[in-house]
């Protein structure tokens, strides 16, 4: 039989394991953005850090250093099936963009799980 002070202990480990997934989760928190062109679209993912360096937290910062480097690096990401089954947005490749007239850089939602890039 559990005693009341078991059960108060099981409760707090519970609890922190809950909230140290939980800042995992907020630490991996992928933005992900539609770069359009006149041929064609792709999502691309990006973490805050990236983001930020940058130089913002938006589409317009994504185009802005676009325009001013002429190229960038980053994750492509599709829609696959995890582990568990379920559907995912997750990054497939990693590509280079080239600045081009004709491009346009839209924030990006999902209604799947974003899976962070290595």
């Keep these: 039989m559990?005693?009341?002070?078991?059960?108060?202990?099981?409760?707090?480990?519970?609890?922190?394991?809950?909230?140290?997934h939980g800042a995992w989760?907020?630490?991996?928190?992928?933005?992900?953005?539609?770069?359009?062109?006149?041929?064609?679209?792709?999502?691309?993912?990006?973490?805050?850090?990236?983001?930020q360096a940058l130089g913002g937290k938006d589409a317009s910062a994504v185009a802005h250093a676009l325009a001013q480097k002429g190229d960038l690096t980053v994750?492509?990401?599709?829609?696959?099936?995890?582990?568990n089954?379920?559907?995912?947005?997750?990054?497939t490749a990693k590509i280079g963009l080239l600045a081009n007239a004709s491009l346009r850089v839209e924030p990006y939602t999902t209604p799947y799980q974003i899976m962070p890039h290595p």
């Design 25 to 51: 989760a907020q630490e991996t928190k992928m933005n992900l953005f539609k770069i359009v062109t006149i041929k064609d679209e792709i999502v691309i993912g990006l973490s805050p850090e990236e983001l």
């Design 2 to 20: 559990l005693s009341c002070c078991d059960l108060i202990k099981g409760a707090a480990v519970a609890l922190l394991a809950l909230s140290a």
């Design 75 to 83: 994750w492509q990401y599709n829609v696959h099936r995890g582990q």
């Design 85 to 91: 089954g379920e559907m995912q947005q997750a990054p």
